[in-house]
C-alpha cells in the first residue's frame, strides 16, 4: 500500500465526512441565499461536475474512430433513464448499458 | 411496515427504523455494485493493487471522485493538487444534511449524525429525501439502514472487480466499453441531478474552460481551470438572478 495514496484518501475522506456531518450541526439552511458562500457552495458542486463530465468525454472525442455512434447514443440514454427515474444510479446504468450494446454493434 | 389491526390511527407516521432503511437501501444496492465493480476494475487496471482500491473504497466512499482519483493519480498529477480537485469536487455534499434536516423537522435527532452522515451520498440522501417527501417520518436508525446497505455494496462491488482484476474483461468488449463509460455517465447523470436554470452560466463557463485548458496546457489544468471559472462564475453572478 503506498503511502502517499492513503494519505491522499484520508485527506479527502475526512473532508468529505466534514462536508456531510458538519452542516448538520451549523445548521446551513438559514444562510441568506444571496450571501457569497452560499453562492459559492451553490456553484462549486455543478461547476466541479460540469468540468469532471468534459473531462472524462474528451478522450472519447480525441481517439480516431467509431467513438461518436456510442458516445451520443450513451450521452442520450443518460438523458432518458434520468427522465424516466429521475435515479442517478438508473440513469448511469442506462448509459453504460447502452454504450457498450452500441461499440458492440457500431 | 403496516401498522397492528388494534393499534389507533394516528396523523403522524411511525418513524422508520434500520429495517426499512435497508429495505430503502435496496435500489442503490443493485446500482452501487456494478459501478464499484467497474471501479475496482479500472483500478487495477490503472496498476492500483486490490488492497489499495478497495481502501479508496474505504475511505473516501465517493464513486464519482474515485474515478477522479484514479484519473489524476494515473496522469501524474501531484497528490496535493488531486487531493484539492477531488475535496472541491465534494462540497456539494455540503447542502445534503441542512436540506435533509430541514425536510425532517425540528424534532429531528442527529445524536448520531457524526456517524451516519459518512454515508451521505448523492443516492443516499435522494432516497432519504424520497423517503420524507412520500410522508415517511426521519430516524435516525432508517439513516444508518439506509447507509450501511449501500456502503456494503459499494465496498463488496469494489473488491469483487479489483478480485477480476484488469484484464477480466477483455474477453467481453461489449461489457469492457459499457464499464468504461460508467464515469462519464455517472458524471452527466450528477449533473442533471443538480441542475436548474440559474446554475446553467456557471455550468456553461466551467464546460468551456476545461476545453480550452485542455486543449492549450494538459487535462489537469483543465480540470482546474474548469472548476475556477465555473464556481467564480456562480459567486459573481448578481443576487437578484436567482
Known amino acids: ?106 | 411496515m403496516s401498522a397492528p389491526a388494534d393499534a389507533p390511527v394516528t396523523a403522524t407516521p411511525q418513524p422508520m427504523g434500520f429495517r426499512d432503511g435497508l429495505t430503502a437501501a435496496l435500489p442503490i444496492i443493485v446500482g452501487y455494485f456494478p459501478i464499484a465493480f467497474s471501479f475496482g476494475v479500472s483500478a487495477t487496471r490503472a496498476g492500483l493493487t486490490g488492497g489499495e482500491a478497495v481502501m479508496l473504497s474505504v475511505v473516501i466512499y465517493a464513486g464519482a471522485a474515485q474515478f477522479l482519483a484514479l484519473a489524476l493519480v494515473t496522469s501524474g498529477a501531484p497528490l496535493l493538487v488531486s487531493a484539492v480537485t477531488l475535496i472541491a469536487m465534494n462540497l456539494r455534499h455540503l447542502l445534503y444534511g441542512p436540506a435533509l434536516l430541514r425536510r425532517a423537522g425540528k424534532e429531528a435527532s442527529t445524536r448520531q449524525a457524526w456517524a451516519w452522515a459518512f454515508g451521505l451520498t448523492d443516492e443516499v440522501f435522494g432516497a432519504a429525501l424520497g423517503a420524507l417527501a412520500r410522508g415517511k417520518r426521519f430516524s435516525e436508525p432508517m439513516m444508518f439502514g439506509l447507509g450501511l446497505g449501500a456502503y456494503a455494496a459499494w465496498v463488496s462491488g469494489t473488491a469483487v472487480g479489483a478480485l477480476a482484476g484488469g484484464g477480466a474483461l477483455a474477453a467481453y468488449p461489449a461489457l469492457d466499453a459499457g464499464l468504461g463509460f460508467m464515469l462519464p455517465a455517472l458524471f452527466l447523470a450528477l449533473l442533471l441531478s443538480v441542475l436548474s436554470r440559474v446554475q446553467i452560466p456557471t455550468i456553461a463557463v466551467a464546460a468551456v474552460a476545461t476545453i480550452a485548458g485542455t486543449v492549450w496546457i494538459d487535462g489537469t489544468a483543465g480540470i482546474l481551470c474548469g472548476m475556477v471559472a465555473g464556481a467564480l462564475t456562480g459567486v459573481l453572478r448578481r443576487p437578484h438572478a436567482s
Request: net charge positive; aromatic share 10%; charged share 10%.
Open chain 1, 1 to 106: 500500500m503506498r503511502l502517499d495514496l492513503f494519505a491522499m484518501a484520508l485527506a479527502v475522506g475526512l473532508a468529505t465526512w466534514a462536508f456531510r456531518y458538519g452542516p448538520t450541526r451549523l445548521n446551513l439552511s438559514n444562510m441568506a441565499p444571496d450571501s457569497l458562500l452560499n453562492r459559492f457552495l451553490n456553484a462549486t458542486g455543478p461547476a466541479a461536475i460540469a468540468t469532471l463530465f468534459v473531462a472524462s468525454v474528451l478522450p472519447y472525442l480525441e481517439q480516431a474512430g467509431g467513438h461518436e455512434i456510442p458516445l451520443a447514443l450513451g450521452t442520450l440514454a443518460v438523458l432518458g433513464g434520468f427522465a424516466w427515474r429521475r435515479s442517478v444510479v438508473i440513469a448511469t446504468l442506462c448509459g453504460a448499458v447502452v454504450f457498450g450494446l452500441a461499440s458492440a454493434l457500431v
